[in-house]
């Protein structure tokens, strides 16, 4: 099948007729130099809002140079790696530029990640220097290897908010979080400015776009956690690609921006995108579902962009019943899989309150760099998750073989643009297993999931042939899981499956078999959620524990997840 977009009938086409070029011509340059284009055109107009502080872009710019400036002052050379280990506050933004106008790799990280996923993820990445949110400053310094990191910069959660806001945050949650200065491999946020002040030296760096700039963490195509590089290119061509599908865009609106910035999905489509199109962001560094209704009521947000449990939040929120939403303008939900009917009732219930805007879902992973695919606004047929952006390629195959399918048959969907991923750090092997040449020798990501397109280039996405758990948006991967409860003395032989969640979408849930015989009772289920709190993200945490004398076998042996999945699904 012709996978290529002018090879295809598409009754949308229109949409790419209105003054969006066929072909988008991608400039060689790095991520911070596409926002200071952004800035000569929109230098009055606000880059974020964080809890009552607003910054203009033209003072964005300036505090992503003061940052430079110390980067070079404490020793940063380019291609250092330096982690940000943080939730959306401005100083990580601000960092995440800075970074990259000194030529260094940012290496992002989940603040909420175990201690031994943050040593895992400072030793693969070499990291030199890291940037820590207050709250995470005690996990790091537990786990640093002070041979190779040379200092800690702690980013305090409430620096950047009106004082009011601040105070009440610093008397609250705040207090109890103790930062030990004392130590000399740790610099408080000022601190670190003061030492850029004085700097005279140059700190502005041009490198080729197609190197590598950015490090985000995933399971890959194979559920084992792999650092994946990522280059100016990459992020720039899917903002680039992002922005022609939701024109029109006015320089001074805003977006919801509380994908977090350690996600493709909200690094790129979150930040990048709306910077670079003079588009203000509003940071929401942790998300309360049950305050959903009030960030919109309070910000009036013009873009939204989340999970589909994020959308199905606001429709029922009481807050929005009766409001005016006519100020949204586009909804994008990416993820996970936003199910026909609840699109349906987004759509409605926009439609009811004076908002033109759908429910657009989108399809990407971090090795596309988080976007491929959107559906247009003008054409959506029933239950699509869109059409390929423009220059990416996408071909359904046959997974054994990687011979394509016909139209219309579910295969494996293979991805081929400027935003596929440079490789997996450190791991040529897997690498080559997932990004595979054809005779033309074009280069395609292998993503793992089952889908097939129509005759009109409309994708559909079908199931994952990789076994994954997606939870408010986060890759949980089972294997993963299983592999932490497997080292623990009283375990057997575990299996982890996803079940429902009211907010979460899914959940993880572990099926154990005990050595030796041992009932498994209460108190062992909290020393098993103990072990996994050393080792997991919280997120990825089990959230229940059933225990069992033998799990269900394959005819080879093999566990048998799919039963117990089915099991689950009859309990229910």
Avoid at 159 to 186: C, H, L, Q, V, W
Avoid at 326 to 331: L, T
Avoid at 353 to 371: I, K, M, Q, V
Avoid at 428 to 441: A, F, G, H, Q
Wanted: contains cysteine.
């Amino acid at each position: 099948m012709k996978t290529k977009n002018k090879s295809i009938n598409k009754p949308w086409i229109n949409f790419y007729d209105e003054g969006v070029p066929k072909t988008i011509n991608y400039p060689n340059k790095m991520m911070w130099e596409v926002i200071n284009d952004s800035v000569i055109k929109n230098s009055n107009k606000l880059a974020y809002e964080y809890y009552g502080t607003s910054v203009s872009f033209k003072k964005f710019m300036i505090e992503i140079e003061e940052a430079a400036r110390s980067l070079k002052s404490i020793g940063v050379n380019e291609k250092d790696v330096i982690s940000i280990i943080s939730p959306n506050i401005p100083q990580a933004i601000i960092m995440f530029y800075a970074v990259n106008m000194v030529g260094a790799i940012a290496n992002m990280v989940h603040p909420l990640s175990a201690v031994s996923e943050i040593k895992n993820y400072l030793t693969m990445s070499k990291s030199k220097y890291v940037f820590v949110v207050d709250i995470s400053v005690n996990k790091v310094l537990e786990v640093v290897d002070r041979n190779v990191v040379k200092q800690i910069i702690v980013m305090n959660v409430s620096e950047k908010m009106n004082k009011i806001t601040r105070f009440a945050y610093e008397i609250t949650k705040g207090k109890s979080i103790k930062i030990p200065y004392e130590d000399d491999i740790i610099l408080s946020w000022n601190s670190f400015l003061d030492y850029g002040y004085m700097y005279d030296g140059e700190y502005k760096v041009h490198r080729d776009a197609k190197e590598c700039a950015v490090i985000l963490y995933s399971g890959g195509t194979t559920g084992t956690p792999k650092g994946i590089m990522l280059s100016d290119m990459n992020f720039n061509s899917v903002t680039m690609q992002t922005a022609s599908m939701i024109q029109p865009v006015n320089a001074g609106e805003s977006i919801l921006t509380i994908m977090p910035i350690f996600h493709a999905f909200g690094l790129d489509v979150c930040i990048h995108t709306p910077l670079s199109l003079g588009v203000k962001c509003i940071l929401i560094p942790t998300f309360n579902f049950k305050k959903f209704g009030r960030l919109i009521k309070q910000y009036k947000p013009n873009f939204i962009v989340g999970v589909p449990t994020l959308l199905e939040t606001m429709i029922n929120d009481e807050k929005l019943q009766e409001m005016d939403l006519s100020f949204v303008k586009c909804i994008i939900t990416g993820g996970d899989v936003i199910s026909v009917q609840l699109k349906k009732r987004v759509d409605k219930f926009m439609k009811n309150r004076g908002s033109s805007s759908t429910a657009r879902p989108g399809y990407g992973l971090t090795e596309g760099c988080g976007a491929s695919c959107l559906l247009p606004n003008n054409f959506q047929p029933e239950g699509s998750i869109g059409v390929p952006l423009q220059d990416v390629l996408y071909k359904i195959v046959n997974p054994s073989d990687k011979s394509e399918v016909n139209v219309g048959e579910v295969g494996e969907i293979l991805i081929s643009g400027p935003s596929v991923m440079l490789g997996y750090l450190d791991n040529l092997e897997e690498t080559k297993n997932v990004i595979i040449k054809d005779n033309n020798n074009t280069l395609w990501l292998c993503t793992g999931d089952m889908g097939k397109m129509d005759e009109n280039g409309f994708v559909y996405f079908v199931q994952r042939l990789k076994r994954i758990i997606i939870s408010s948006g986060y890759n949980l991967y089972p294997s993963h899981i299983e592999e932490v409860l497997l080292v623990n003395p009283l375990v057997e032989n575990v299996c982890v499956i996803g079940i429902p969640h009211p907010h979460k979408t899914q959940v993880a849930k572990a099926f154990v078999v005990l050595k030796n015989g041992i009932e498994g009772n209460d108190n062992i289920k909290r020393d098993l959620k103990k072990h996994c709190e050393k080792y997991l993200a919280k997120y990825s945490i089990p959230y229940e524990f059933e225990f069992r004398s033998e799990l269900p076998k394959t005819n080879v042996g093999k566990v048998a997840y799919k039963v117990l999945e089915d099991e689950e699904n009859l309990s229910k």
